[in-house]
């Protein structure tokens, strides 16, 4: 499994014109939005070409393994409600059922990066396997590559 790691990190390395997206599908938060997400960004993505979002448009998210979230994102004309693009902000989730729900998370990817943790991982992955485990920021993770 470290090769296969080794290879897709050496991929995404050698190619930093492209962009990587992490969108749900089935729910967002407290709401059961099936695969609308991916339809919509697809969408987003055609009209917009490669857009890339500016610093100013987003904020890093409650759990830095989630990256950053859009302040805002308007489509034909409308804004998307701040709540499905940061789900602490919903009603039904709030910030500690949020933060319940990133500690699963965190917990989930500590048991996994274990057997990641081998002599013949690449220097790039020890160090973003390192930030996980010292409890980085997404700024630290934003730094490693």
Known sequence: MVDQANL??????KTPSTRYKLIPNQYIGAYNVGFMPQWITREYL???GSVKFKPEQTVAARCPLLGYALESLKIDGNYMPKGLL??????????????KGAGMLMDFFSQELEQFQAQDLCSEGKRIIKCFFDGGSVDDYSKLI
């Open 46 to 48: 055609a009209r917009r």
């Open 86 to 99: 940061q789900t602490n902000l919903q009603l039904e989730v709030g910030e500690e059922a949020y933060d």
């Open 8 to 13: 897709l990190l050496l991929q995404i390395i």
